[in-house]
Each structure stands twice: as C-alpha cells, then as structure tokens.
Nanobody, 123 residues
Framework: QLRLVESGGGLVQSDGPLRLTCAVSGGPLEHYAMAWFRQAPGKEREYVSCISRVDGATYDADFVKGRFTISRDNAKNTVNLQMNNLKPEDSGDYFC????????????????WGQGTQVTVSS
C-alpha cells in the first residue's frame, strides 16, 4: 500500500515562497504519476500540478502561471512543489496524490492520497 506524507506547509507573507514535499513509501515512486491538489475552506478540491511517471513532463493548472514548479526525485522517493509569489487566494490544504496510470485533472483519477499540509498566505 502506497503511503504519502506531505510536509512544508505553514504561514507565509504575500509574494513569498514556500516549498512542499511529499514523501512516498510502500512502492517505487517511478511507477506513479504524481500530483498536487489543493482545497480551500468551503471549496472543492482542485488540481494544481502533475508530473508524469514516464518522461517527467509536467502539467500545470492555469492559475499556476509559472509561479509553481513540481519536481520528483525517484531515488529519494519524494515529490516537491516549489511555490513562488504566493497570494492569499493560494491558501488552503495541499494534498499529494499518486496515479497508477497517467496525469489527469480529476480527484477520482488518483488512487492514493496524503493527509495534506496547510498553507496560509497573509496579505
């Protein structure tokens, strides 16, 4: 059973950076497409970014606009999300997810999830 644990969340000022990490155990990371989602209070969980298991291609949500970068280190079994120029509307819980097939934009398309890490951006 794959286990995902997020870390790196916290409080940051507007326009500041934050780096999230997802530690994966229970399986080889290279077998999975890895993604980040986020969920603000009272809102649905939304797709942020995904990195392919095959060629490392990345797929970002439009609102990322070059501010966030997803990366993976298969040797360390970790996936990172570097977030720059954060805005208050980026606040929420950020979740790491793994798909056995390929990157997709849907919550239902990922079989494994972490518990989330909270990000708060102050104005």
């Amino acid at each position: 059973q794959l286990r995902l644990v997020e870390s790196g969340g916290g409080l940051v000022q507007s326009d500041g950076p934050l780096r999230l990490t997802c530690a994966v155990s229970g399986g080889p990371l290279e077998h999975y497409a890895m993604a980040w989602f986020r969920q603000a209070p009272g809102k649905e969980r939304e797709y942020v970014s995904c990195i392919s298991r095959v060629d490392g291609a990345t797929y970002d949500a439009d609102f990322v606009k070059g501010r966030f970068t997803i990366s993976r280190d298969n040797a360390k079994n970790t996936v990172n999300l570097q977030m720059n120029n954060l805005k208050p509307e980026d606040s929420g819980d950020y979740f790491c997810a793994a798909a056995e097939r390929k990157c997709n934009y849907y919550v239902q398309g990922y079989e494994y999830w972490g518990q989330g890490t909270q990000v708060t951006v102050s104005s």
